[in-house]
Every structure is written in structure tokens, then in C-alpha cells.
């Protein structure tokens, strides 16, 4: 559903670290204002939603 509001873990492939972040579900992605890991990666992620 578009606008629902989501939980997202969030963990790096390059590091290990991990991140939970709220989101807002769109048309095909999530939004979540994440930009990238504390170690500069940007593409390389697991990503997990969990209902709120
Ligand atoms: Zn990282």
C-alpha cells in the first residue's frame, strides 16, 4: 500500500552495520531518507520491511 509506514532494517554487505529506520512505502521502493553506510557504501545492502 503507497504511503504506509514501515520499518526497515537495514544491514551493509561491505561492514556488517546494521540500521532500522522508519519508512514510507512508494510505488516501488521505500523511502527512508537512508543515503549510504558509514563506510561509503551506497548500493550494497540486505534490506528486511517490518510491519510498524
Ligand atoms: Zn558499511
Not at 561492514?15 to 548500493?43: A, H, P, S, W
Request: aromatic share 8%.
Amino acid at each position: 500500500m503507497i504511503g504506509e509506514r514501515v520499518k526497515v532494517r537495514i544491514r551493509c554487505n561491505v561492514c556488517g552495520e546494521k540500521f532500522v529506520l522508519r519508512g514510507k512505502r512508494e510505488k516501488e521502493r521505500i523511502d527512508t531518507g537512508f543515503k549510504q553506510c558509514i563506510c561509503n557504501n551506497m548500493y550494497d545492502f540486505d534490506i528486511e520491511e517490518h510491519p510498524v
